[in-house]
């Protein structure tokens, strides 16, 4: 299994504003974890989502996500969200951050984990 560096940070993700945070390579995953972490404003009224899309060229991605994490808002408080990926073995993923609130800005990290094919090999061998 590897752990992966931070896959992105966005300091200051504006109201209503959407941000791609990073993307992920599949080559050879068999399972997959993203994680979120978003820090609210104190006059925070609305939630935070990161939604996934599917490539399978690193270049052209899907319309429709193939997965939405949704991180609830709560005035001046940090949320963390984790959730396994469904995803395929090859390919891409592209991580966008949404921030719902008309009112203040939100800060964002997001990374993941990942399980390889080649790990269970090993491990059995």
């Known amino acids: 299994m590897s752990v992966e560096p931070l896959l992105g940070y966005i300091g200051s993700i504006a109201t209503t504003a959407s941000e791609i945070i990073g993307n ?5 995953v068999r399972s997959l974890t993203l ?3 978003a820090t609210f404003g104190g006059s925070s009224t609305k ?3 990161a939604y996934v899309y599917y490539s399978p060229d690193g270049k052209n991605y899907d319309t429709s996500a193939l997965a939405t994490l949704k991180i609830p808002h709560l005035s001046s408080v940090t949320r963390q ?3 396994v ?3 395929p073995e090859e390919g891409y993923l592209q991580v966008s ?3 719902e609130d008309t009112q203040t800005n939100t800060d964002v990290y997001c990374w993941y984990r990942k399980s390889d094919w080649s790990d ?5 061998s």
Do not use: P
């Open 47 to 49: 939630d935070v989502y």
């Open 35 to 37: 994680s979120i972490r």
């Open 97 to 99: 951050i949404y921030n």
């Open 81 to 83: 969200v984790s959730e």
């Open 24 to 28: 992920i390579n599949l080559e050879h």
């Open 120 to 124: 269970s090999v090993t491990k059995e």
């Open 85 to 87: 990926i469904n995803c």
